[in-house]
């Protein structure tokens, strides 16, 4: 069955240094997230993707967060530098529709878990 | 702004028996989906079950249902002879086609041997 994969599934960081996440979606989807969920709270919208340009985004996705999707495959999400409060597990999802279209699906990763120290 | 509410935190039930997390959402839009999704220690996060709401029949998935009601802007999760691995968090979501998912606090099932 297609999944969602995302690398690493932890990583350590020093505050103040720039961390990308990496994400490969499912290969025929065309729509792209990233999810926010610190610890024991709510998972959170971050941004949206399609077309190789942000669709939405969220108060949460400022000026230090960046998304790309460099070679058609991967689906990355930068922060350049990184804060304590940056510590969350990050959840990159996919679906084959989005927008307007309501019926569709989006398949989640397994999540990395960013700690920031 | 669409908003989705689980009241309960944490729930419990003993194994074989029957529980319902529940879940409200605040919206004026009238078509929408609604998905109840589980999180095991693990964190990953599945998807259990999903309602359209321009459907009147409630959806269901083996063990679990929903009862979602329109009117009243409400989704609950029943989950029928409750298993050791049902044991998760479980998040309400709703999304309305504005490119995200908008999820609840969730509340974390225990269940007792």
């Known amino acids: 069955e297609p999944e969602v994969t995302q690398t690493p599934s932890h990583q350590v960081t020093q505050m103040g240094q720039e961390v990308i996440l990496r994400c490969v979606p499912i290969s025929n989807h065309l729509y792209f997230y990233w999810y926010r969920q610190i610890l024991g709270q709510k998972v959170e919208f971050l941004v949206s993707?399609?077309?190789?340009?942000?669709?939405?985004k969220s108060e949460i996705f400022d000026d230090q967060f960046s998304v790309e999707r460099p070679d058609g495959s991967n689906f990355t999400l930068k922060i350049r530098s990184t804060k304590l409060e940056d510590s969350a597990m990050y959840f990159c999802a996919s679906s084959a529709k989005g927008g307007g279209d309501l019926n569709t699906e989006a398949f989640f990763g397994q999540g990395t878990r960013l700690t920031v120290v | 702004a669409q908003t989705v509410t689980q009241s309960q935190p944490e729930m419990s039930v003993q194994e074989a028996e029957t529980v319902t997390l529940s879940c409200t959402y605040d919206t004026s839009e009238s078509d929408y989906y609604l998905f109840w999704y589980k999180q095991p220690p693990s964190r990953q996060m599945i998807l259990v079950i999903r309602?359209?709401?321009?459907?009147?029949q409630n959806a269901t998935e083996n063990r679990f249902s929903v009862n979602f009601q329109k009117a009243a802007k409400s989704f609950s999760l029943k989950i029928s002879d409750s298993q050791l691995g049902d044991a998760a968090m479980y998040f309400c979501a709703y999304y309305q086609g504005a490119q995200k998912l908008v999820f609840g606090q969730g509340t974390r099932l225990t269940i007792n041997p």
């Open positions: 309602q359209e709401a321009y459907k009147q």
């Open positions: 993707f399609y077309n190789n340009e942000i669709s939405e």
